[in-house]
């Protein structure tokens, strides 16, 4: 899985950090996922611990996108075979469905084929019926590549603003907050077109705490922000948005266009959502593979979240307090943990890239012998095209540089010169970032 594995694997501690991040990718694979979820026998189909009698339907039909859709999608043809009556889903990366069509997208920023392709996935739930049951795959990317502008704003006005609020170092929660308000799919709208179909959504989550509301913008899921609460971020973070997104976002405040479906709406009568994978999943892959290797391994959160170099450091201070004292855990160790950071990019010519910026403060900060690594899951950190980095403490050679490097934002272009960074390519799946920290025993 990653491609310049060889060139990485420096030292044993190097390579069970590599082993955890492989085994965490791994354990969020689409297909993986959802035949953990999802099963049938004869005509029932059970998600969770629901079921489903699959002869009270004239069609199932599968819509949704995201960067795991396509896997998800492929398992589910596997499961419900013939029972299929097609459906429409939007991916970052060409899948190799059957039944369902899958259309190539574009992310971060959406693009106009995401808007053709989600305009037919609406399509489709607009013409479902009571006698339909509707499968709505939601993972990571979603909010990118399901989109549908709202009222008469354009296309170049959802880029700008998502490119802005992007490079704000906003949060995901708030960014959807923002989306499901600019959008005629997100914050609930799609289970509001379904109706009266039966809807089970199928989350793949890449949000930190796993908010089904925040997953994909959450088009399944009961929207309880407003449109103040959109208008609110962009004054929170001294952002401005698109003409046409504040005249937009005011409209909606003041009444003028209907807010996005809150809890008790009616649309969400026969709608059921499933979390079918999470960043905790791939955590706890990553601790099996540790302890076999002989490592104390130690999950110490999947909810990371904040700037990327900052957050680094209480991550090495555990490192260095399990070298010298023992505490929290006795090395060998390792240390897990996952969420998303995010960067705020202040630096002239620098992309920000966060799991790169962990990596870079954390051996910048660090004076032990610990490895540190860290990844986004998707095979793509923020908009470079590795997936993340691996160090240590003796890949710093040039104290001012690095921290220039970091202060610039551009800490991807110092690993990438040293032969730091983790090269995946797409991996198929997101639920987020995963940080691994590997203390060797100190006597070793």
Same mark, same amino acid.
């Given at each position: 899985?990653?491609?310049n594995r060889a060139t990485l694997a420096a030292s044993s501690a190097h390579e069970v950090a590599l082993d955890c991040i492989e085994a965490a990718i791994d354990a969020a694979a689409p297909d993986v996922a959802t035949r953990s979820a999802v099963s049938r026998e004869g005509e029932t189909l059970t998600i969770g611990e629901t079921t489903y009698d699959l002869d009270s339907y004239s069609d199932v039909v599968v819509v949704g996108g995201g960067k795991a859709a396509g896997g998800v999608t492929r398992a589910l043809e596997s499961i419900l075979g013939d029972r299929l009556s097609g459906g429409?889903?939007?991916?970052?990366?060409?899948?190799?469905?059957?039944?369902?069509?899958?259309?190539?997208?574009?992310?971060?920023?959406?693009?106009?084929?995401?808007?053709?392709?989600?305009?037919?996935?609406?399509?489709?739930?607009?013409?479902?019926?009571?006698?339909?049951?509707?499968?709505?795959?939601?993972?990571?990317?979603?909010?990118?590549?399901?989109?549908?502008?709202?009222?008469?704003?354009?296309?170049?006005?959802?880029?700008?603003?998502?490119?802005?609020?992007?490079?704000?170092?906003?949060?995901?929660?708030?960014?959807? !907050? *923002? %989306? &499901? @308000? #600019?959008?005629?799919?997100?914050? /609930?709208? =799609?289970?509001?077109?379904?109706? $009266?179909?039966?809807? +089970?959504?199928?989350?793949?989550?890449?949000?930190?705490?796993?908010?089904?509301?925040?997953?994909?913008?959450?088009?399944?899921?009961?929207?309880?922000?407003?449109?103040?609460?959109?208008?609110?971020?962009?004054?929170?973070?001294?952002?401005?948005?698109?003409? !046409? *997104? %504040? &005249? @937009? #976002?005011?409209?909606?405040?003041? /009444?003028? =266009?209907?807010?996005?479906?809150? $809890?008790?709406?009616? +649309?969400?009568?026969?709608?059921?959502?499933?979390?079918?994978?999470?960043?905790?999943?791939?955590?706890?892959?990553?601790?099996?593979?540790?302890?076999?290797?002989?490592?104390?391994?130690?999950?110490?959160?999947?909810?990371?979240?904040?700037?990327?170099?900052?957050?680094?450091?209480?991550?090495?201070?555990?490192?260095?307090?399990?070298?010298?004292?023992?505490?929290?855990?006795?090395?060998?160790?390792?240390?897990?943990?996952?969420?998303?950071?995010?960067?705020?990019?202040?630096?002239?010519?620098?992309?920000?890239?966060?799991?790169?910026?962990?990596?870079?403060?954390?051996?910048?900060?660090?004076?032990?012998?610990?490895?540190?690594?860290?990844?986004?899951?998707?095979?793509?950190?923020?908009?470079?095209?590795?997936?993340?980095?691996?160090?240590?403490?003796?890949?710093?050679?040039?104290?001012?540089?690095?921290?220039?490097?970091?202060?610039?934002?551009?800490?991807?272009?110092?690993?990438?010169?040293?032969?730091?960074?983790?090269?995946?390519?797409?991996?198929?799946?997101?639920?987020?970032?995963?940080?691994?920290?590997?203390?060797?025993?100190?006597?070793?």
């Amino acid at each position: 899985m990653i491609r310049n594995r060889a060139t990485l694997a420096a030292s044993s501690a190097h390579e069970v950090a590599l082993d955890c991040i492989e085994a965490a990718i791994d354990a969020a694979a689409p297909d993986v996922a959802t035949r953990s979820a999802v099963s049938r026998e004869g005509e029932t189909l059970t998600i969770g611990e629901t079921t489903y009698d699959l002869d009270s339907y004239s069609d199932v039909v599968v819509v949704g996108g995201g960067k795991a859709a396509g896997g998800v999608t492929r398992a589910l043809e596997s499961i419900l075979g013939d029972r299929l009556s097609g459906g429409h889903v939007v991916v970052k990366q060409a899948a190799d469905t059957d039944t369902v069509r899958s259309s190539v997208g574009d992310h971060p920023l959406p693009s106009d084929r995401n808007v053709e392709a989600t305009t037919d996935i609406l399509e489709t739930v607009d013409d479902a019926d009571e006698d339909t049951l509707v499968l709505f795959v939601l993972t990571g990317g979603a909010s990118a590549l399901l989109s549908a502008p709202a009222g008469e704003l354009t296309l170049e006005a959802l880029q700008t603003t998502t490119d802005r609020l992007l490079s704000g170092g906003v949060a995901i929660e708030e960014i959807n !907050a *923002v %989306r &499901k @308000h #600019l959008s005629d799919l997100k914050g /609930g709208q =799609i289970a509001r077109r379904a109706a $009266p179909a039966t809807v +089970a959504g199928l989350l793949l989550s890449d949000v930190v705490g796993n908010d089904r509301s925040t997953i994909g913008s959450g088009p399944s899921v009961p929207d309880e922000t407003t449109y103040e609460d959109a208008l609110a971020v962009f004054d929170r973070y001294d952002l401005t948005p698109p003409p !046409a *997104v %504040r &005249k @937009h #976002l005011e409209a909606g405040r003041d /009444g003028k =266009i209907p807010e996005t479906p809150f $809890p008790d709406d009616p +649309a969400f009568d026969r709608v059921r959502n499933y979390l079918v994978g999470d960043n905790a999943t791939a955590l706890e892959a990553a601790a099996v593979v540790a302890r076999d290797a002989g490592y104390d391994p130690l999950v110490l959160t999947s909810r990371l979240r904040g700037e990327a170099r900052e957050v680094a450091k209480p991550l090495v201070a555990i490192a260095e307090e399990a070298t010298s004292t023992g505490t929290p855990v006795e090395p060998p160790a390792v240390l897990l943990a996952g969420g998303e950071t995010t960067v705020t990019v202040t630096g002239d010519g620098g992309q920000g890239d966060p799991n790169q910026e962990f990596v870079r403060s954390g051996a910048l900060d660090h004076g032990g012998d610990a490895v540190i690594a860290a990844v986004d899951t998707d095979g793509e950190d923020g908009s470079s095209v590795v997936a993340g980095a691996i160090a240590d403490a003796t890949v710093i050679d040039d104290r001012e540089r690095a921290r220039e490097a970091l202060l610039a934002n551009d800490a991807g272009s110092y690993l990438s010169a040293v032969g730091a960074t983790v090269e995946t390519g797409p991996t198929g799946t997101n639920v987020n970032d995963v940080a691994v920290l590997v203390v060797p025993d100190s006597t070793e």
